[in-house]
């Protein structure tokens, strides 16, 4: 049973790009998260999507923003790019919270 | 608001020692509890979690117990291996929010040597 699949695992941007990140979920699970996970620190929430609605939002700028599809599959979208948003960015699906997160492992965001 | 604080790392440990691994939260009732793991260059893998007081979460010979009184969720292993090596995130998932977010801590980072 795959679990969480994440794409691409590396990429290098400019300042001022765009990015377009993608997440499939485990097979069952129907809810999607994001974290951003800074080098050195515990994952920050970003936001959740449940019924390709955004449940739940951290406290992140606009310049991110998401989806989530009829298949549960998500994409972070990330504009106007900043030095500080390098990080490793996490994709974690549920389907019952209490149950714990899965989480994919990672897409490294490097901008330059 | 909601937090959770875990002690500095680095832990430096041999082989065989016994681990514990201190946190604490910040959260109004009755949270959900996890601890996650994070080797080198992967996602988190939860590791164990406990969702009411007194409830001990266990595997792979981590143990956790939810002390509501202490508000913690200490980490324990009484025999760390070299195969333990890796970053330890506590979290929670609050009662009172709009939603099912983790909060984490900073992180532990662990070091098993033989």
């Known amino acids: 049973d795959a679990g969480v699949t994440q794409s691409p695992t590396h990429l290098i941007k400019t300042r001022g790009q765009q990015v377009t990140l993608r997440c499939s979920p485990k097979?069952?699970?129907?809810?999607v998260s994001w974290y951003q996970q800074a080098l050195g620190q515990g994952p920050q929430f970003i936001f959740q999507y449940y019924e390709e609605e955004e449940r739940q939002r951290g406290n992140f700028p606009d310049r991110f923003s998401g989806h989530q599809f009829p298949n549960y599959s998500s994409e972070l979208n990330v504009n106007a790019l900043l030095l500080g948003d390098s990080a490793l960015y996490l994709c974690?699906?549920?389907?019952?919270?209490?149950?714990?997160?899965?989480f994919g492992s990672g897409t490294r965001l490097t901008v330059v | 608001g909601n937090s959770v604080t875990q002690m500095e790392g680095p832990v430096t440990l041999s082989e065989e020692a016994f681990l514990t691994i201190n946190c604490t939260y910040t959260?109004?009732?009755?949270?959900?509890l996890f601890w996650y793991v994070q080797y080198p260059g992967e996602g988190l893998q939860l590791l164990l979690k406990?969702?009411?007081?007194?409830d001990k979460g266990s595997n792979k010979g981590f143990e956790a117990t939810y002390r509501k009184e202490t508000t913690s969720f200490h980490l324990e292993k009484g025999s760390v291996q070299v195969s333990d090596s890796a970053v330890y995130f506590c979290a929670l998932i609050p009662i009172n929010q709009a939603g099912t977010a983790l909060i984490f801590g900073k992180g532990t980072t662990l070091s098993v040597s033989s």
């Open positions: 406990a969702t009411k007081a007194d």
């Open positions: 974690a699906s549920v389907l019952s919270p209490n149950y714990g997160y899965t």
């Open positions: 959260a109004t009732g009755y949270p959900s």
């Open positions: 097979s069952g699970h129907d809810t």
